[in-house]
């Protein structure tokens, strides 16, 4: 009988960051068929697989308002259209070894992507395409966390697995605390009164409210993508 993993549907998170790898370039395209090799690996066992892709490693909005006399909304629509063009190098990575893929966008580039549909994102999945989420929320102020987020619950994705360059969530922030020691386990609670910085607080919120647990790991460690998507333990589980 066929294995049963523990689930069915993910959201995977990719932040711009751990797009950049060591590269002076923006993506390191090494990283990117790493990515798309391991996803391709779990499609094959039957687990559907969304990703939502950040544009930190292009242009992080937040950075550039202020400063630099950009208004914060025209930042973050850049920052918005940094994601789109991760997302279409991400989406060619997976084609080129095979993977069908698809990138819906939250606002409309209809010639260079679908838009957003939630069902039609749905009947991929169930057809075993990859879909990739682009432009975060379509909203200025957020983030592609809280983009993450809100997918996952939309699309009825049974947990986000937040791909970074760390191994997973410390009980203390690491660089001010020698002692700090990274956690197999963590509550929604924890996160949110410790201020660990995992995710922005709307994004963990919208995690906890909607019950969705949240697993950080390094995805530069070969395998650990895969073991994410299959449920091994990796990284930390965030939860109740
Ligand atoms: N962004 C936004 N709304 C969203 C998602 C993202 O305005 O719903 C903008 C924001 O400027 C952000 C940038 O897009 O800084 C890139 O996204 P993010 O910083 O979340 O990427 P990551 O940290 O994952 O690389």
Same mark, same amino acid.
């Given at each position: 009988?066929?294995?049963?993993?523990? #689930?069915?549907?993910?959201?995977?998170?990719?932040?711009?960051?751990?797009?950049?790898?060591?590269?002076?370039?923006?993506?390191?395209?090494?990283?990117? $068929?790493?990515?798309?090799?391991?996803?391709?690996?779990?499609?094959?066992?039957?687990?559907?697989?969304?990703?939502?892709?950040?544009?930190?490693? !292009?242009? /992080?909005?937040?950075? #550039?308002?202020?400063?630099?006399?950009?208004?914060?909304?025209?930042?973050?629509?850049?920052?918005?259209?940094?994601?789109? $063009?991760?997302?279409?190098?991400?989406?060619?990575?997976?084609?080129?070894?095979?993977?069908?893929?698809?990138?819906?966008?939250?606002?409309? $580039?209809?010639?260079?992507?679908?838009?957003?549909?939630?069902?039609?994102?749905?009947?991929?999945?169930? %057809?075993?395409?990859?879909? !990739?989420?682009?432009?975060?929320?379509? =909203?200025?102020?957020?983030?592609?966390?809280?983009?993450?987020?809100?997918?996952?619950?939309?699309? =009825?994705?049974?947990?986000?697995? %937040?791909?970074? =360059?760390?191994?997973?969530?410390?009980?203390? =922030?690491?660089?001010? @605390?020698?002692?700090?020691?990274?956690?197999?386990?963590?509550?929604?609670?924890?996160? !949110?009164?410790?201020?660990?910085?995992? $995710?922005?607080?709307?994004? !963990?919120?919208?995690?906890?409210?909607? @019950?969705?647990?949240?697993?950080?790991?390094?995805? @530069?460690?070969?395998?650990?993508?895969?073991?994410?998507?299959?449920?091994? /333990?990796?990284?930390?589980?965030?939860?109740?």
């Amino acid at each position: 009988s066929k294995p049963s993993y523990r #689930w069915r549907r993910v959201l995977l998170k990719v932040s711009g960051e751990a797009l950049a790898g060591d590269q002076a370039q923006n993506i390191d395209p090494k990283i990117t $068929m790493a990515i798309a090799r391991e996803v391709a690996a779990v499609t094959r066992l039957g687990i559907e697989v969304a990703i939502v892709v950040g544009g930190g490693n !292009i242009f /992080r909005g937040s950075s #550039w308002a202020g400063s630099s006399g950009l208004d914060r909304s025209s930042a973050d629509y850049i920052g918005m259209l940094a994601t789109v $063009m991760n997302a279409i190098f991400l989406q060619a990575t997976m084609e080129s070894i095979g993977i069908p893929t698809r990138v819906q966008t939250a606002f409309r $580039m209809s010639e260079v992507a679908e838009p957003y549909i939630r069902r039609r994102a749905v009947r991929h999945l169930e %057809k075993g395409r990859v879909v !990739i989420f682009a432009a975060g929320t379509g =909203n200025p102020f957020f983030t592609t966390d809280t983009a993450a987020a809100l997918r996952c619950a939309e699309i =009825n994705a049974e947990v986000v697995l %937040k791909a970074t =360059n760390v191994d997973g969530v410390y009980d203390d =922030n690491p660089k001010h @605390n020698p002692n700090a020691r990274l956690q197999d386990n963590l509550t929604y609670h924890d996160v !949110i009164s410790k201020e660990l910085s995992v $995710m922005d607080l709307t994004a !963990i919120t919208l995690c906890q409210e909607n @019950n969705i647990p949240v697993v950080v790991f390094n995805l @530069n460690k070969t395998g650990n993508i895969a073991k994410a998507i299959k449920g091994e /333990r990796v990284g930390t589980l965030i939860g109740d």
